[in-house]
C-alpha cells in the first residue's frame, strides 16, 4: 500500500491548450497585476497485489485513488471579438479511480486497465462537469512474446461520452491497434505498426465544423482525425 500527496503552483501564462487551439490568434496579453498563480492540492492511496495460481498463471493488480484540486484557474473568455484569460472565485477538482490488472499465462501477458475521473468546476452558486474528460476509459493490451525473438500485440482503448464546450455531447469511441517486432541479431530488429486500423475518425460519426466552408464554426475534436496509420523501421542496437 501507498499513500501520497502535493503541492504545486503555475505561474499565469498564456501559452495553454486553449490559446494553442487557437493558435494564439486575437488572445490579449496576460493582465498580471490582476492574476495569480494557479495552487494544487492532492493525494492518492493505491494498493498493490500479486498472485500466482499456478506455475503458469499469474496476476498482478493495482487500485489507485486520486483526488486533486486546483484553485485560482485561468479562464480563456471572449471580449469584444477577441479572448482575455481571467481568474473567477472558484476551483477545478478532480477524483477518480484507475485499476490495473496484469494477467500472465506462459508467453501471453494480457494488461486491462479502467478509469474512472469526475471533474468538475465549482465556483459560488454552482458546480458544472468539466468539458472534454472521458469519464469512463478502458485501455486493453494482449501480448505475445518469445523473449529475445519477436512480440506481437493487440491494443483496444474505450473513451465514453464527452461534454463539448458548445454544450452538446460527444460520441463514445474505441480505438484498436496492432503491434510487432522481430529482432534477427541483438543488434537489428525490425518493427511493424498498424495504429487505429478500424479507422476510428471524428468525421466519421461526428462533425468538427458547421455552418459553410466559407464560414465554418469549429468543433472541440474529442476523436481521432487522422485515421488509419500504419509505421514501421527497423532498430539498430550499438551498445
Known sequence: MRLGGGLGYKTPT???????????????PLNRSELTS?????????VNYSYS?????????????????IQNPLNLVPVQNQ???????CFIDSKGIELNLKWGYEDFK??????????????????VEMPLVANHRLNNVLMYEKHGNFWLGLEAYY?????????ETGQPYWIFGL?????????????????N???????????????????PQFRDIYAPVDGFVINGGIKLNLL
Open 14 to 28: 498564456v501559452f495553454s491548450e486553449e490559446a494553442e487551439t487557437r493558435q494564439f490568434q486575437n488572445v490579449r
Open 38 to 46: 494557479e495552487r494544487s492540492y492532492g493525494a492518492n492511496f493505491d
Open 53 to 69: 495460481f499456478t506455475e503458469k498463471l499469474s496476476l498482478t493488480s493495482n487500485a489507485l485513488f486520486f483526488y486533486t484540486q
Open 83 to 89: 479572448f482575455e484569460f481571467v481568474q473567477s472565485d
Open 110 to 127: 494480457l494488461f486491462t486497465g479502467y478509469t474512472f475521473a469526475d471533474v468538475n468546476r465549482t465556483s459560488s452558486n454552482s458546480t
Open 159 to 167: 473513451f465514453s461520452s464527452q461534454k463539448l464546450n458548445d454544450g
Open 179 to 195: 503491434m510487432s517486432e522481430k529482432r534477427f541479431t541483438k543488434m537489428f530488429s525490425v518493427f511493424l505498426n498498424f495504429e
Open 197 to 215: 486500423f478500424t479507422d476510428t475518425r471524428q468525421t466519421a460519426f461526428d462533425t468538427i465544423y458547421r455552418g459553410s466552408i466559407d464560414n
